[in-house]
Nanobody
């Protein structure tokens, strides 16, 4: 069984910063692409950013220049550094990853989410 656990969410003022973390655990052989999604109240879930095993990244246009995704392969962890936060960034942020375990081939997994609220 693979588990993804997010942390680092909370309440922040407009213009402030937060760093989210997502740690994968289980009988993991390899982790390929990892990403962050978000879903605001009454909104569709959308891709925020993704990073491959080799470190290539892509971002939603709405967060380019403000958010940075990174990973520590030795710790099976992906991070999302969020700067210059805006009220429209308020959402539940979800971690996602393509993971190969010792028992099976590559499967896609989701974390339970962490709340980010940007408000004065």
């Amino acid at each position: 069984q693979v588990q993804l656990v997010e942390s680092g969410g909370g309440l922040v003022q407009p213009g402030g910063s937060l760093r989210l973390s997502c740690a994968a655990s289980g009988t993991i052989s390899s982790i390929y692409t990892m990403g962050w999604y978000r879903q605001g109240p009454g909104k569709q879930r959308e891709l925020v950013g993704a990073i491959t095993n080799s470190g290539s990244t892509n971002y939603a246009d709405s967060v380019k220049g403000r958010f940075t995704i990174s990973r520590d392969n030795a710790k099976n962890t992906v991070y999302l550094q969020m700067n210059s936060l805006k009220p429209e960034d308020t959402a539940v942020y979800y971690c996602n990853a393509d993971i190969k375990t010792v028992w099976a081939g590559v499967r896609n997994y989701w974390g339970q989410g962490t709340q980010v609220t940007v408000s004065s």
